[in-house]
């Protein structure tokens, strides 16, 4: 059974040009620079909610028959989906119900709000998005009206597939290589659709992180499963299952899909800030950081590659954690125990024969003190290079000083970060 079809996205791409303006795709001059091709980028981050969940959404909601508007619909969602469909029922005059668990930010709870203006009911509702997800199922149990899932139906999957067909048609052909950020596997799933028709020749590279990986999961047990641990960093992609259909729609042509750790998407998402001045959540921020994985100097000189940005709804308090963890990827910050004594000049001692010129303390706090001779503190270190931390350990255990290294992969490391 085919799931989806390219004349199912074909359709969708029709419906959404009469409502969304195509997002830019745009030259990247620094990844070209870096890698050697020609790289573009698909601005789904500039969607009117920030992200490529909109098309989902509106495809899926304009479907639906009069006596299912007349009902309305009910979704669950901790972001982008939420706001995609806020826009859809506002702009279809559809009545919703968006369930958002409690830890969802007051700003996004607004976005939200704003968008759907008196079209959208906001429920919080539970301190996860499962919960939510629970309380808008038992909604739609109650009240007959339709959920609207995030990615796994075929119309989600449609309207998420029209990312291709725009590409191609502003190239004006086919791309080599579209490197596509996957979570519960829609986008993944319409793009292979669209192009495994109209140009099976382009290469479709998934990305997920490194630490929710179920697309990756699910194909090498030929199924969907659950994963039993999960780093939910990469929030806009971080699924514990993908979707059956999703899963359906992409199994068959074998996909390849990466996984990049979650520091690499930190770096990344740094360098289109600072350098791109594109503001790129962690989600919309995996395809670009996974071409340094994928072998492009293998590709014909004139190749062109293309990266989903996917969305753009970063939250700016964590742009200190984002900072943290790039420098922890790179390898130029590092933390330590330091037993010091307790007199005068010992901290002079630590910066004037263990530190180097390009070494600098981010982070000193007194652990405890425990006697009037010693104590120890938490030190973090940020390195001019990764190069540089070889001579820091060496003139560590050259020191008189007691210096323990908290590994990254050590148990206490979580309480740092």
Known sequence: MTVLTATEVDAADALLSTVLAPTPLQRSERLTSAHG??????????????????????????????????????????????????????RLGVTARIYLPRT???????????????????????????????????????????????????????????????????LGYAPDVVVVPVGGGGLLGGVLAWFSENHPTTRIVGVEPEGARSMHAALRAGGPVVLDEMDSFVDGAAVRRVGDLTFAAAAPHDPEVLGVAEGAVCVEMLSLYQVDGIIAEPAGSLAPAALAQIDLGALPADATVVAIVSGGNNDVSRYAEIHERALIHEGRKHY????????????????????????????????????????????????????????LLS???????????????????????
């Open 37 to 90: 091709r020609e790289i573009l980028l698909k601005r789904e981050d500039l969607q009117p909610v920030r992200s490529y969940k909109v098309r989902g959404a509106y495809a899926f909601i304009a479907g639906l028959t009069e006596e299912q508007r007349a009902k309305g619909v009910v979704a669950a969602s901790a972001g982008n989906h939420a706001q995609g469909v806020a826009f859809a029922c506002q």
């Open 104 to 170: 969802t930010p007051k700003q996004k709870r607004d976005r939200v709000a704003a968008i759907g203006g008196d079209a959208v009911e906001v429920v919080v509702q539970g301190d996860v998005y499962d919960d939510a997800a629970g309380a808008a199922l038992a909604d739609a149990a109650r009240s007959g009206a339709t959920v609207v899932p995030a990615f796994d139906a075929a119309a989600t999957m449609a309207g998420q597939g029209t990312v291709a067909a725009e590409i191609v048609r502003q």
């Open 336 to 391: 330590f125990l330091v037993e010091f004594r307790q007199e005068p000049g010992a901290l002079r001692t630590f910066l004037d024969t263990v530190l180097g010129p390009d070494d600098d303390i981010a982070l000193f706090e007194y652990v405890k003190r425990s006697n009037r001779e010693t104590g120890p503190a938490l030190v973090g270190i940020e390195l001019g290079s990764a190069a540089d931390l070889g001579p």
């Open 395 to 417: 003139r560590m255990d050259s020191s008189p000083l007691r210096i323990e290294r908290i590994e990254p992969t050590s148990p206490l490391f979580r309480f740092i970060q």
